[in-house]
């Protein structure tokens, strides 16, 4: 098998290996895996900036944008009180600070963006998986039955 071959191959079951992991995620384990896949946009964006490539670093942060943006709009502000307000508002500041890192070309602010990604998802990490089902379950049951 060719190289090229190869590596599409590769990528073939990359897809298949992620749709899977996605399909078969608690919820819990979806916003980790969003803000893994954050993390790992940052990181490529700030290799292509310090590279000079600037199609493929702004490629990367409009991607990492996208990421936050989905994690913003899985708060539930309603019944989230002031963790799911304070978070919002970390996003969107996230989200302007990873525009401006672009427009300007500065990876500082992406080291920025990432540690302060990094905390969140420190913190997410100490909720027990479980915890998390168990809240979601309860969500629905309200939500069937208000």
Known sequence: MNM???????????????????????????????MNGALEKIAFAKGFMERGNISEKGGHISWAISIVEGLRASLDLKNGGEIAQNLDDLYDYMTRRLARANVENNPDILDEVASLMNSVKNAWEQIPAEMGEQEMQQQAQMQQHP
């Open 4 to 34: 090229a071959k190869m590596h599409k191959a590769v990528q073939q079951y990359n897809r298949v290996g992620v749709s899977s992991s996605v399909e078969a995620a608690s919820p819990h384990r979806l916003i980790e895996m969003l």
